[in-house]
């Protein structure tokens, strides 16, 4: 496992050949602490008629200088030091409204710089929206193999990494420790983990979802190692869970959370395979198989069939 760490804009470490790179990242660093943040827009003006609807964007804070910030049934997490801000996931994708939002909110607690934008995954519903966060002055962060897919894809709207880590980074900034953490393949295999041990906050944004299935047919997920994904994310040591969707009623995870969502997979891979045994991958098994212990969880009626899918896929054909 690599290793490395640096201290916001002061330090530019190097190893191998990734030292350019964090090079880069810095200096777009330091200029940030030059370049004035933009300021939140002048509101519209009530109409006499109608009362204004509440914006489709909530902050909450969640611990010491740690906040969640939601717009519709997507969220991100920034951390608030004296020093500067490090952000995550824009959660922009066509609705660049959000990522003005975003930084809004950042503003209303703090005017210092944010020298960070951290990349959960490649996937363009968490990050596309970066440019107001880079024209700000923050450096881009993501892991290795999320920048080689976004150089290949090219989607205007997703800024390119500035820097990236391969297993894990240690960040500083102003006192605070916040870890960037690779865990393996999962959802996608770029997943970044960002973990504050003092304050015992794990983000972590699909892989592991808070009282939902998973997402369609799990495209761009990896079998079996998401299980193994979901284990290192378990050993960390966290209370609090800020996943990339609200949990139910908009609550935070916990560790309870996550062992169920690894039963609902367990439980989905056994189910699966017994039916694949059978020859009934795909059609009959995505039409008959049920889970009745997660009937009340997020998208359970629509999605379960897509998440037979992916595994008949694996047990069905070693895919
Ligand atoms: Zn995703």
Known sequence: MQRFAWRAGFRIPCFRHLCLLVAIGASIT?????????GPPSAPAPTASAPEPAPPFATTKVADNVYVFRFGGHQSMFVVTPAGVLATDPIAYLRPQAAQAYIDEIRKITAAPIKYLVYSHHHYDHIAGGKLFKDAGAAVVAHRNARTRLEALKHPDVVLPDMVVDERSTLEIGGTRIDLIYVGRNHSDNSLVVFLPREKVLFAVDFIPIQAVMFRDMADGYLPDWL????RALALDWTTLIA??????GRMGTKDDVRALKDYMTDLSNATRELASQGKCYDEAMRTLKLPKYEGWGGYAQFLPGNVERFCEYWARGI
């Open 228 to 231: 193994d994904s979901i284990d």
């Open 30 to 38: 330091v200029a940030s602490a030059q370049t004035p943040a933009p």
């Open 244 to 249: 990339g969707h609200p949990g139910p009623g």
